[in-house]
Nanobody, 126 residues
């Protein structure tokens, strides 16, 4: 059985940094495609960052490039999202997701992921 559990959310000021962690069990993160998504109130869930299973290349939403960094630790079976220079528009519930079968063109599509964490709230105030 696959489980993903996020931690690290919180309330921060504009310009602050925050690190999110996703503990994964039941599958090997280094052999899966993994990603972070976020959903703000009244908005659709959107892709933030992802790592494709083959090659380990990383991909980012344009608005977070240069500020956010996604990484994974195969030994600890963990997924991370380091968020720097946070802005109020980054406020959302952040969720980690994993898939062992998606193709690269679907990396940014929530429907391509079979496994999800419960989400953690990130609130950035000005």
């Amino acid at each position: 059985q696959v489980h993903l559990v996020e931690s690290g959310g919180g309330l921060v000021q504009t310009g602050d940094s925050l690190g999110l962690t996703c503990a994964v069990s039941g599958l090997t993160v280094s052999r899966a495609s993994v990603a972070w998504f976020r959903q703000a109130p009244g908005k659709e869930r959107e892709f933030v960052a992802g790592i494709f299973r083959s090659g380990g290349n990383t991909y980012y939403k344009d608005s977070v490039k240069g500020r956010f960094t996604i990484s994974r630790d195969g030994l600890k079976n963990m997924l991370y999202l380091q968020m720097n220079s946070l802005l109020p528009e980054d406020t959302a519930v952040y969720s980690c997701a994993a898939s062992t079968t998606l193709i690269l063109s679907s990396l940014g599509s929530p429907r391509a992921y079979a496994y999800w964490g419960q989400g953690t709230q990130v609130t950035v105030f000005s």
